[in-house]
């Protein structure tokens, strides 16, 4: 599904608080989708995000030959048949979790096409892990760098294998090739993020046996096949911590909820470093109204650093906003991205605007605050980039003119609705 160019409007200050609902979790629905094929009866999702990039990934599901049906954030999804295991260009490049598709054709017809994958443009993003994982299991790659052909004359079949880093989709990718893969796989070095955790919970409900998702080591012993079953996707992480971000810059109460309480451990660190107060509850976050955040040395009276980091460190997704709400505390914090080296780059915006801020290096930036941000017509650069555009918009004096919002809308359910619950004055063109 494709949709016409956005322009977001706010009224800076408008925010008043409230109370928001999270959507579910984007990056655990994008995997389960591919993982859906593995099975030819029906599975029923629940709690699914209806956003470009779950559009996206149904086009190609259903380009495959998938049935199914996605009303009122629930999916009831078959795919009895593949018709050819081939994924057009076009549809590779709309989002980055198109390669994922590999492991299920690959399982199921012992071939598979595709082409190279699109996503935010946030630096390089490797694929070496999905070609290790998928080679290893024993699919034979063939030799066009551009086109990914995979065949598996001999089936899949398990092996221990060890990542040379904690990728999240090449771990995703291993997980569902090695479902239905002959004997014991054991992933060493996997990632440990909600999302894949969520992936293999859906997995074992499908009749599938994995243990360990979760933490660093996952173990999944093949079974012959996988049914149909029912499961509820877990609350979206990031787009509550990004609602966090927007009432810490903005001085607004705020209650989350949707959420799941081991989530948010690394976040109400980063929030205490930056005099915030963040109160956890089992299925709901709150945020008190009014606070004014005061960055917290490190010992010694030295600059502190807020990094991101494979989980349980702060994710990479969280950084734009973070830095955003920065802005508004007392004090300097060094910012360093370590994991993409063009995410940092949206900082110019935010001078632009007024921050007080000095982009170091692609990787690392110093914000200090407490600075006056102001109106100013901004473009989305990418999914998180333009969420803390919005939440930079609402805290600066005067209107903000956002275009591009259509970037933001592949990761963020209903955005001008659940703005609008919290007071906000927003709308679209």
């Known amino acids: 599904m494709k949709s016409p160019i956005k322009s977001l409007f706010v009224k800076g200050g408008s925010i008043r608080g409230g109370e928001v609902t999270v959507s579910g979790n984007k ?3 994008l995997p389960m989708i591919p993982a859906l094929m593995l099975s030819g009866e029906e599975v029923i999702l629940h709690n699914v995000p209806d956003i470009l990039d779950v559009r996206t990934m149904l086009d190609i599901a259903g380009e495959l030959g998938a049935e199914f049906t996605f009303e009122n954030n629930t999916l009831r999804f078959k795919c009895p048949d593949i018709k050819e295991p081939v994924i057009p260009q076009e549809l590779c490049a709309r989002n980055r979790t198109s390669i994922l598709f590999a492991a299920p054709l690959l399982a199921r017809c012992g ?4 082409h190279q994958p699109g996503g935010d443009v946030i630096g390089r993003r490797r694929l070496d892990g999905h070609f290790y994982g998928l080679t290893k299991l024993g699919a034979v790659m063939g030799p066009d760098i551009f086109t990914y052909s995979f065949h598996a004359p001999n089936g899949l079949a398990g092996r221990e294998l060890f990542l040379d880093e904690a990728s999240v989709t090449a771990t995703e ?5 090695a479902v239905t893969a002959a004997g014991r ?8 993020e909600p999302h894949v955790r969520d992936l293999a919970e859906l997995l074992n409900a499908m009749g599938a046996q994995i243990s360990g998702a979760g933490t660093n080591t996952i173990t999944i012993d093949g079974v012959t096949s996988l049914h149909g079953a029912e499961y509820t996707v877990c609350g979206d992480h990031i787009e509550a911590g990004s609602f966090l971000c927007l009432a810490a810059a903005t001085g607004t109460e705020i209650t989350v909820r949707g959420t799941t309480l ?3 451990w690394m976040l109400h660190r980063v929030f205490e470093k930056m005099g915030l107060k963040v109160e956890l509850y089992p299925d709901h976050l709150y945020f008190a109204g009014g606070q004014e955040g005061v960055i917290e040395p490190d010992f010694g ?3 502190p650093q807020i990094s991101d980091g494979t989980w349980p460190q702060y994710p990479s997704d969280m950084m734009s906003c973070t830095i955003v709400a920065a802005t508004q505390c007392r004090g300097t914090v060094m910012f360093f991205e370590k994991m993409f080296e063009s995410r940092i780059y949206f900082v110019d915006r935010l001078i632009g605007m007024g921050a007080n801020a000095i982009v170091c290096d692609p990787h690392r930036a110093v914000i200090t ?4 941000l102001h109106g100013s017509s901004l473009s989305s650069p990418d999914i998180r980039a333009g969420m803390a555009m919005v939440i930079a918009a609402f805290c600066a004096e005067g209107d903000s003119r956002i275009d591009r919002a259509e970037v933001i809308y592949r990761g963020y359910e209903k955005l001008p609705e659940k703005l609008r619950q919290l007071g906000a004055e927003v709308s679209e063109q």
Not at 111 to 114: T, V
Not at 186 to 192: M, R
């Open 173 to 177: 990718q291993i997980i569902i090739a």
């Open 301 to 303: 009276g030295y600059i």
């Open 262 to 264: 081991r989530h948010y």
């Open 111 to 114: 071939r598979a096409e595709l």
């Open 369 to 372: 605050g407490k600075t006056t």
């Open 27 to 29: 990056n655990a629905v």
């Open 185 to 192: 796989t054991t992933l060493y070095n996997a990632a440990c």
